[in-house]
């Protein structure tokens, strides 16, 4: 088998040469599943790492039993593609981290990946890059297999003779939304909301300070058209939120991403956002103007995030810093073309579960 430094199992540029293979036959345990490190492959510009993670072919048909190909490629809520993410086999549940000589590279080129199994329903998603990558490596198949390739560059750019290298696994983070969820209106009241941890069970609280209606500026958007002939409009209203999470025993989060015990609590619209359409006319209402800068995620099928900085619309800088003793979040609804009146809240805990490990390859 032939492998080369493009970070992909698919092919190469004519002018590519195929690394020198240094066999590893490494293994370790992690989650309560086998990796196997068969081997590395050497390159002027750093090496390639394969690595294969063993499923058994039960469990891997417990998962498509649930997720079925309908299923997946159905219209999931966030919250059920969580679950998928979080029931899936076919995923690391970590990261890798290289140390050549003591020395770590400043990243990696990057991480692909592909499935193998023998279950004859989802036999069409089965590649051909995963049956050699099965026979290359002598994979037992009575299981199914994860495999992934990584490019790793060397440290400073300069070829290494390999003598010493360590791999070190990092846990991924996972999200789990609370079972509770609760809706606020506009220029609500506050009030508190009483959480339980998604695993451990723990008590947490969630103060409700303040929310309120906001409409961005009309040109929010103009750098989403990503070259469309057809000038869109796109959703502009949302509700805005702003709260704070301790745990019931009053230990406030430890910084200002909501942190508590190093775990990020977020708060998140269970609605998705509207969608743009097709703008009918080019006349539009001036927008309002916002005391604060705001960041877009998205792309040419509209926003998928908003996030605000500095001082919100409605909040004084004094009312911040009679609150400093709190990390004040905010949270933002999704976009919508009509005023927020609404918005039903998930409480999402993302959660790094485990310790790094150190696996001493060479």
Not at 54 to 60: F, G, H, L, Q, S
Not at 86 to 110: L, M, V, Y
Not at 147 to 159: I, N
Not at 201 to 223: K, M, N, P, W
Request: net charge negative; hydrophobic share 35%; aromatic share 12%.
């Amino acid at each position: 088998m032939n492998v080369y430094f493009n970070c992909n199992f698919y092919g190469h540029r004519p002018y590519e040469r195929a690394g020198k293979p240094i066999t590893l036959d490494k293994s370790f345990t992690w989650n309560g599943y086998l990796y196997l490190v068969p081997a590395i492959y050497i390159f002027k510009e750093g090496f390639v790492i394969d690595m294969c993670k063993r499923i058994p072919m039960v469990e891997a048909g417990k998962f498509f039993s649930e997720w079925s190909e309908e299923r997946r490629t159905s219209q999931l809520t966030t919250e059920e593609l969580e679950r998928m993410e979080q029931e899936t086999p076919f995923d690391f549940g970590f990261s890798t981290e290289f140390s050549i000589h003591g020395h770590a590279p400043k990243n990696n080129r990057g991480s692909c990946f592909v499935a193998w199994h023998s279950l004859g329903s989802e036999a069409h998603y089965i590649e051909d890059v995963s049956e050699e990558l099965m026979e290359a490596y002598g994979c037992d198949k009575s299981f199914a297999w994860f495999f992934s390739r990584t490019c790793v560059p060397w440290p400073g750019g300069r070829e290494t003779d390999l003598k010493s290298l360590t791999m070190t696994l990092r846990p991924s983070k996972k999200a789990y939304t609370c079972d509770k969820h609760f809706v606020t209106s506009a220029n609500t009241d506050p009030f508190t909301v009483d959480l339980r941890h998604p695993l451990s069970g723990d008590a947490y609280r969630l103060y409700v300070i303040s929310t309120g209606q906001e409409r961005l500026e009309d040109h929010t958007f103009d750098q989403l058209h990503c070259g469309r002939e057809i000038a869109m409009d796109y959703p502009l209203c949302l509700m805005t939120m702003e709260y704070y999470i301790e745990r019931a025993d009053g230990q406030t989060g430890s910084d200002a991403c909501g942190c508590v015990d190093g775990e990020e609590i977020r708060v998140f619209d269970c609605a998705q956002p509207e969608r743009p359409v097709p703008r009918v006319s080019e006349a539009s209402e001036d927008g309002c103007a916002r005391d604060s800068s705001v960041s877009i995620i998205g792309g040419c099928d509209g926003p998928t995030s908003v996030f605000f900085a500095g001082k919100i619309v409605g909040v004084s800088n004094s009312d911040n810093a009679k609150r400093n003793c709190h990390p004040i979040q905010t949270a933002v609804s999704s976009l919508h073309f009509n005023p927020v009146e609404q918005v039903k809240w998930r409480v999402v805990f993302n959660i790094t579960a485990g310790e790094p490990e150190k696996i001493v390859l060479l």
